[in-house]
């Protein structure tokens, strides 16, 4: 079974950053793609950014040049969102997801339980 625990979200004022993290966690074999989405009240679950095990990154064009997706390969298994240039239509819940194949050779794709990020002053 493979667990995702999600930190950083919280209050912030326009302009300002905020940096979240992502830990995969059990019984993973190989992590091909790791994520984060965002969900505001009355909107659907969107891409925010997206890097998968060889670099490769994805940018929802709303965050492009201002939100940073980074990654530490196992055994950290971390993943990072770095937003600057914080604006009030970011404000969402953030969730996390990871794909890959657990030990038993297994695929997975799991999220984590969601941490909310507000941009108010």
């Known amino acids: 079974q493979v667990q995702l625990v999600e930190s950083g979200g919280g209050l912030v004022q326009p302009g300002g950053s905020l940096q979240l993290a992502c830990s995969a966690s059990g019984s993973i074999f190989s992590l091909n793609g790791m994520g984060w989405y965002r969900q505001a009240p009355g909107k659907e679950r969107e891409l925010v950014a997206t890097?998968?095990?060889?670099?490769?990154?994805?940018y929802a064009d709303s965050v492009k040049g201002r939100f940073t997706i980074s990654r530490v390969s196992a055994p950290e298994n971390t993943v990072y969102l770095q937003m600057n240039s914080l604006k009030p239509g970011d404000t969402a819940v953030y969730y996390c997801?990871?794909?890959?194949?657990?030990?038993?050779?297994?695929?997975?794709?799991?999220w984590g339980q969601g941490t909310q990020v507000t941009v108010s002053s």
């Open positions: 997801n990871a794909r890959g194949y657990d030990d038993r050779r297994t695929p997975f794709d799991v």
């Open positions: 890097i998968n095990s060889g670099g490769s990154i994805n």
